[in-house]
Every structure is written in structure tokens, then in C-alpha cells.
């Protein structure tokens, strides 16, 4: 089965620095893998995916991710950060062969500081 | 565009009683889910649907049912509510590359 490994609970930061949130996950012959962020309070909203095709996508907000399938890596960076940043991210991963579900890892608390 | 509508939004219960949240989709998808989200724990699979009149168990499916009557309805029932079952609910649907999500429904259980 499916597993989302984000090895840092919170990532503190300062406003302006940039940032990197780690993401692995088990490996599969073929994933789609996801990035959501969480406001407080509020739903996820999809940060960017990765389906196929150039190993660096873009997101939005400034976030890019990087899909590394030799390392089962899918981690996000933001070369800036901004206070509105603060907030839970999660990283996730499914396969058409699991219908598709959603297996999410424990989330990343952004923090960014003035 | 409604996308993913969940209700209710809010709900206290009491131990014991029962609820059920409703999630509805317009967007035609054949697949649904619930998940549960705890402090910690990132959002967890308690059911899902492939399609119309189907349904399956996910990663923590005990103390919930679950219906797809129409395609565009997945239903999450609790029949004997515990405080276990305190957590934010949230609903998902996909036609196969993205998931678009409700904004949640808070229930606590006194």
C-alpha cells in the first residue's frame, strides 16, 4: 500500500528566505502526486500536481515541486516566502490502480516569521 | 460552479446519537470520498465510491456507513456517535486526476 512520508512537522522560516517542504512517498509503478496547502480553518486548495511529463512543475503562489522518482521524492520550495504563506501543507499520492484515493502525509506547518 | 458542496457545516452531538453529512458534486465524477482530519495525522480514508451504487472501505471505515444512491450524492452516516469521532470531515471527488474538496464539516461528540 500507498505511504506519505513529510519528515518535518513545522518548518519555521523568516519572510523573504526561501523554503523547502519534504515529501517521500513509497514507491509504485505509476503515481500522480499532489501538493495542497491549508488555510486556517478552511478546505484544502491544490497547490500543483505532478501526472506525467517535466519532472519540475509549477504552481501556484511561487511554489514549484520537484518529482525525483529514483528517490521517491516529491518536495516543494519557494525561492521567497510571504507571511500570507503561513499555513499546513500537505503533500499526497494516488494511483489509478487504488481508484484513485488520496493518501495524504501528516502535513507541514509553514511558519513564517518578520 | 459549486464544485463539492458539504453539509452541515457545523454539529455537536451526543454520545450515542446519530448524523448524516451529505456531500454533493456537480461536476459529474464517477469517483467520491470521505476522509477525517486529526491534529497530526494528515486526512485519513474512512469510505469511498467508484461509482453509482458502490462502495468501499477505506483506511479507518469502524463506527461509519457510507451510500451512493446517485451519482452526484455520497452520504456518510454515524449510527451511535463516541467522542472518538470528534475530527473535521472532508469530502472529495475525482474524475481521475484531480481532487476537488468540500470546505469540511466540524463535528464534535460530547
Known amino acids: 500500500a500507498q505511504s506519505v512520508t513529510q519528515l518535518d512537522s513545522q518548518v519555521p522560516v523568516f519572510e523573504e528566505a526561501p523554503v523547502e517542504l519534504r515529501c517521500n512517498y513509497s514507491s509504485s509503478v505509476s503515481v500522480y502526486l499532489f501538493w495542497y496547502v491549508q488555510y486556517p480553518n478552511q478546505g484544502l486548495q491544490l497547490l500543483l500536481k505532478y501526472l506525467s511529463g517535466s519532472t519540475l512543475v509549477k504552481g501556484i503562489n511561487g511554489f514549484e515541486a520537484e518529482f525525483n522518482k529514483s528517490q521517491t521524492s516529491f518536495h516543494l520550495r519557494k525561492p521567497s516566502v510571504h507571511i500570507s504563506d503561513t499555513a499546513e501543507y500537505f503533500c499526497a499520492v494516488s494511483d489509478i490502480d487504488s481508484s484513485y484515493k488520496l493518501i495524504f502525509g501528516s502535513g507541514t506547518r509553514l511558519l513564517v516569521r518578520p | 460552479n459549486a464544485g463539492v458542496t458539504q453539509t452541515p457545516k457545523f454539529r455537536v452531538l451526543k454520545t450515542g446519537q446519530s448524523m448524516t453529512l451529505l456531500c454533493a458534486q456537480d461536476?459529474?465524477?464517477?469517483?467520491m470520498y470521505w476522509y477525517r482530519q486529526d491534529p497530526g495525522m494528515g486526512l485519513r480514508l474512512i469510505h469511498y465510491s467508484v461509482g453509482e451504487g458502490t462502495t468501499a472501505k477505506g483506511e479507518v471505515p469502524d463506527g461509519y456507513n457510507v451510500s451512493r444512491l446517485k451519482k452526484q450524492n455520497f452520504l456518510l452516516g454515524l449510527e451511535s456517535a463516541a467522542p472518538s469521532q470528534t475530527s473535521v470531515y472532508f469530502c472529495a471527488s475525482t474524475g481521475g486526476t484531480e481532487a476537488f474538496f468540500g470546505q469540511g464539516t466540524r463535528l464534535t461528540v460530547v
Open positions: 461536476m459529474n465524477h464517477e469517483y
